[in-house]
């Protein structure tokens, strides 16, 4: 829910109440459509820094940077023009909400577990925490809804399809559009297999099974394509799944984090899947979506999301009837199009980036990189 400071609540309870937030922010919008229309190399070029108030452009000159950074987070100065103000404020009343879910609240009872140094090589802090507790969510959805198998879309180098395999004992088909990043997730299943497979030898213990992840090159297109390919893969994993027994010791997750028979067999009813992706990239998430209401062996979706800018529109002549964004038919009664540059402009890194950039390098980057992509974009155009 979103204030903006005159009593007005923004709600997505309802859908009317999430279309009055829409209409909202895109009166917002209208008179800055020439900013989000045009290019960063437009801004230059055309001098588009002219048409910003210039009370407005007087008191931001003189502010520190620190205190820039903290517009786009709704935060404006008391020595700032009324006007600039109430822009940031309102700015701030029209975002959603970003308020960090509490992880018991939304998934009652689901255990995380750090990973081991094994499974853990190559990460950095930031995946690591993203894998252990992304894992820890399926592995809880994945026993709720009884799937057996679980697709990860936009695998990567497998670090999450191996986690689930190994630590979750759940039954993984990891997808990804390139060769090379399946090569390296079979590649790095073979080695944490080795030391699996060392310490159930060790342990001479039999009593519980994991799979290795199957990786498989699949540029997905389409809900049709995700849904064929799925069903498909997890037909011949009902087959073909290879396992190996594995201890119970110290070293096992948190009761709970398997389940007794993590396979498809010939008894089950209907074979069905969990489809998740870490960092879902521009339309992958909507297709996996799309593919939940389509397909009725998938049971849940999983998605983090991310490059929104790379979603593709309605209104895109490049587009085609199965758009990514909007979404919903509620969303596309509005007509609301944001276009590439607005997309882009949304998505670019805060100002951590200018704070490790040198002055020397911005000014170069001013002066001599955007001429250039102007130079070229206008001979491309003339072309």
């Known amino acids: 829910m979103a204030d903006d400071g005159g009593g007005r609540k923004y709600s997505c309870r309802t859908a009317s109440e999430t279309l009055d937030w829409i209409h909202a922010i895109i009166e917002f919008l209208k008179p800055y459509r020439f900013f989000l229309d045009a290019h960063v190399v437009n801004f230059f070029k055309d001098k588009l820094w002219e048409a910003v108030d210039k009370e407005w452009l007087d008191c931001l000159r003189r502010e520190r940077a620190e205190k820039l950074l903290q517009i786009p987070s709704g935060v404006a100065q008391d020595n700032w023009p009324d006007s600039?103000?109430?822009?940031?404020l309102t700015l701030r009343s029209l975002s959603l909400p970003r308020d960090q879910a509490d992880l018991q609240e939304a998934f009652p009872g689901?255990?995380?577990?750090?990973?081991?140094?094994?499974?853990?090589?190559?990460?950095?802090?930031?995946?690591?925490?993203?894998?252990?507790?992304?894992?820890?969510v399926i592995g809880s959805i994945a026993r709720k809804t009884g799937a057996q198998t679980v697709v990860d879309v936009g695998s990567g180098q497998g670090y999450l399809a191996q986690v689930l395999?190994?630590?979750?004992?759940?039954?993984?088909?990891?997808?990804?559009?390139?060769?090379?990043?399946?090569?390296?997730?079979?590649?790095?299943?073979?080695?944490i297999e080795k030391h699996y497979a060392a310490k159930i030898r060790k342990s001479r213990s039999v009593n519980k099974v994991f799979s290795i992840p199957k990786a498989v090159t699949c540029q997905v297109l389409s809900p049709t394509m995700l849904k064929d390919v799925s069903i498909s893969l997890l037909q011949e994993n009902d087959l073909e799944n290879p396992t190996i027994s594995r201890e119970n010791n110290d070293d096992t997750p948190p009761e709970g984090h398997g389940s007794e028979s993590p396979f498809p067999s010939e008894a089950n009813e209907k074979s069905s899947l969990v489809l998740a992706g870490l960092h879902a990239c521009g339309d992958l998430s909507?297709?996996?979506?799309?593919?939940?209401?389509?397909?009725?062996?998938?049971?849940?979706?999983?998605?983090?999301?991310?490059?929104?800018?790379?979603?593709?529109?309605?209104?895109?002549?490049?587009?085609?009837?199965?758009?990514?964004?909007?979404?919903?038919?509620?969303?596309?009664?509005?007509?609301?199009?944001?276009?590439?540059?607005?997309?882009?402009?949304?998505?670019?890194?805060?100002?951590?980036?200018?704070?490790?950039?040198?002055?020397?390098?911005?000014?170069?980057?001013?002066?001599?990189?955007?001429?250039?992509?102007?130079?070229?974009?206008?001979?491309?155009?003339?072309l």
């Open 110 to 136: 689901v255990q995380t577990a750090p990973l081991n140094n094994v499974l853990a090589q190559g990460m950095n802090q930031k995946k690591k925490h993203e894998i252990e507790t992304l894992a820890a």
């Open 165 to 191: 395999s190994f630590e979750y004992e759940l039954s993984v088909i990891a997808v990804d559009a390139s060769s090379h990043h399946g090569s390296i997730t079979e590649a790095r299943a073979k080695r």
């Open 286 to 382: 909507v297709t996996m979506l799309r593919s939940f209401m389509e397909c009725d062996a998938v049971k849940a979706v999983v998605s983090i999301g991310c490059c929104y800018n790379l979603l593709s529109e309605d209104g895109n002549k490049e587009a085609d009837n199965q758009c990514g964004f909007p979404l919903s038919a509620g969303a596309k009664s509005t007509s609301l199009y944001l276009g590439k540059n607005a997309r882009d402009l949304a998505c670019q890194r805060d100002g951590e980036i200018w704070e490790k950039l040198m002055a020397s390098k911005i000014l170069n980057f001013i002066y001599f990189v955007l001429p250039f992509r102007w130079f070229f974009a206008s001979t491309t155009q003339k």
């Open 84 to 88: 600039l103000k109430e822009y940031v």
